[in-house]
């Protein structure tokens, strides 16, 4: 089940359903001097994505704004529910925001704690509920007029890690500080803790699939969790030398795709034992990934971005962008959208070839 008809967060994926660029790119139009802070994310043609003090819905086939909303810092990726986006403020803010997608109209906000407590990654949308993490606190809140519904405390502050909710359970991972991470799972019908376990050294996204919780760790371990009990098993993937804080996870339903710093590996986790599908080696840090059926998106911080075939690993296109970025491409049909994060400060639209 995923939890937002175009997300599956809890795959570690925005698109399962959506297929970009297959070949070689022409570039469509770029904006420069433009700071993004955040993944920029493409819904129903329209890219929406946020600049420090800024959140936009611009046109991917122009580059024209098409509105523009006022926020004190930086904002998470958006979710959306019908004509609601919603997203939460961080950096010098702790607010959930709901405005209408079309025309950026401000429909309620909800003040959830201090500046200092940022919301902590994108938020989940679920039976008229939007679940959010802040500070210590996970709350719900209604879609309807965005009031608190419920609040569950936990002892130590959350990590800037997402949430995920299968099975009336949610998975939160804390952190009283760095690498003495711990994950939490919380009844949210009975609403009390039914266990947490240590999980040190945490770098990447949580996903939920074959029926387990998966993460990397900064030792470039896979650890798995079985969810009903806690228990957690961890494999080496990649011999390092050095601490690795690049790391991310994706599943499309048959493949687990594994980046860890320089790499991209994809392992079939439907069969035993699981079966290397191939693993690529990039000449710079590989950002987070985007995975269609047929196609692996990602950008780079030196090396452009690149399309990978799902199942061989194999090229289909390679731009040689000097843009620099950890973000995911922005992806819709014959589209993509890489915007950087380092001094560029530039966001540009390619498409195929004809």
Known sequence: MSLQ??????????????????KKLKKNWTKTNFEVTADPFIYEGILY???NGSFYAINTETGDFIWEYNIPGNATLPIFNNNYIIFGGYYIDCTLYALDKNTGKEIWTCRLGPNSASVLAEPI???????????????SISLENGKKTNSFKLKKKGARI???????KLYATTRNQLGKEEIECIDLQANELLWQIKTP?????????????????????LCEINPITGEMNS??????????????????GT?????IGYHIIAFNITTSPWSLLWNFHSNATIGKMVITKEVVYFATMGNGFFGL??????????????VRTKFSCAISPNKIIVAGSMSELELTAYSEKK
Do not use: W
């Open 5 to 22: 008809p175009q997300f599956d967060l809890k795959n570690g994926n925005y698109f399962l359903d959506v297929e970009g660029p297959k």
């Open 49 to 51: 994505m946020a600049t």
């Open 125 to 139: 949308c679920l039976n008229n509920l939007i679940y959010v993490f802040t500070g210590k606190t996970i709350y």
């Open 162 to 168: 997402n949430i995920i909710i299968e099975d009336n």
């Open 201 to 221: 050294n945490i770098g990447s996204n949580l996903i939920y699939c074959n029926q387990h919780l998966y993460y990397l760790n900064t030792n470039a371990e």
């Open 235 to 252: 494999s080496k993937i990649v011999e390092v030398k050095n601490r690795v804080t690049n790391l991310h996870l994706c599943y499309n």
């Open 255 to 259: 493949a687990l795709y594994l980046c």
């Open 309 to 322: 075939n799902t199942t061989t690993g194999k090229e289909l296109f390679h731009e040689n962008s000097e």
